[in-house]
């Protein structure tokens, strides 16, 4: 069984641009949670997607985004890019409800802001 | 609004020893906590979960402990191993989310 593909997994990005990140998560499992990683602040919680439809949302401004496909996969958007932005973005899957069970993890796109 | 706090960053144990890793949280709705490992250049990978109606939970050399009244959890590794070398992460659930704590990088030493 495939795990999380995180495309791309590193990428390079001046201030002001905009990216776009992409998860395929696990066959089968409809639920995608994306997580900001950076030094010192952990694992922090951007969004999760459940059937195409946003079900939970941190606490990030409105530059980030995402969506969901019919086939599970989804992608995150970074508008205007911050230095601060830089950061390894990951991407979790679960078959449905994030606390009965455990997610899945990518092993992330690594964003550097210049 | 930190809601979930590991504060010790690092800790270095030997080869055979106990680990003891702390994390507290401020959310008395937390109904369920996870931890999950870390290796570098590698996504999370879940270790062991407790549910908020118990107060211990094991699993091979790998036991969490939970003290709802003090809203604290802790993950004993016995014996540590090399290979559990990695970061950490406490990662309690509230309405279908994961909190994830700052994280503590375990190294274990020979």
């Known amino acids: 069984k495939a795990g999380v593909t995180q495309t791309p997994r590193y990428l390079i990005k001046t201030r002001g641009q905009q990216v776009t990140l992409s998860c395929s998560p696990i066959s089968g499992h409809r639920s995608v949670s994306w997580y900001q990683q950076t030094p010192g602040q952990g694992l922090q919680f951007l969004f999760e997607?459940?059937?195409?439809?946003?079900?939970n949302k941190g606490n990030f401004p409105g530059r980030f985004s995402g969506r969901q496909f019919s086939n599970s996969r989804s992608e995150m958007n970074v508008s205007t890019l911050e230095l601060g932005d830089s950061a390894l973005y990951l991407c979790?899957?679960?078959?449905?409800?994030?606390?009965?069970?455990?997610?899945?993890f990518g092993e992330g796109s690594r964003l550097t802001v210049l | 609004d930190q809601q979930v706090k590991q504060n010790s960053p690092s800790l270095s144990v030997q080869e055979g020893r106990i680990s003891i890793l702390n994390c507290d949280y401020t959310?008395?709705?937390?109904?369920?906590f996870l931890w999950y490992k870390k290796y570098p250049a590698e996504g999370p990978t879940f270790l062991i979960s407790?549910?908020?109606?118990?107060d211990k939970n094991e699993d091979g050399r790998f036991t969490v402990f939970l003290n709802k009244s003090a809203k604290h959890l802790s993950l004993h590794i016995v014996p540590s191993q090399p290979g559990d070398s990695a970061v950490y992460f406490c990662?309690?659930?509230?309405?279908?989310?994961?909190?994830f704590g700052t994280g503590t990088r375990l190294q274990v030493f020979p």
């Open positions: 990662a309690p659930h509230n309405t279908d989310k994961l909190i």
């Open positions: 959310n008395s709705m937390f109904d369920y």
């Open positions: 407790i549910s908020s109606i118990k």
């Open positions: 979790a899957s679960s078959s449905g409800t994030i606390g009965t069970g455990e997610l899945f």
């Open positions: 997607y459940f059937s195409e439809t946003q079900r």
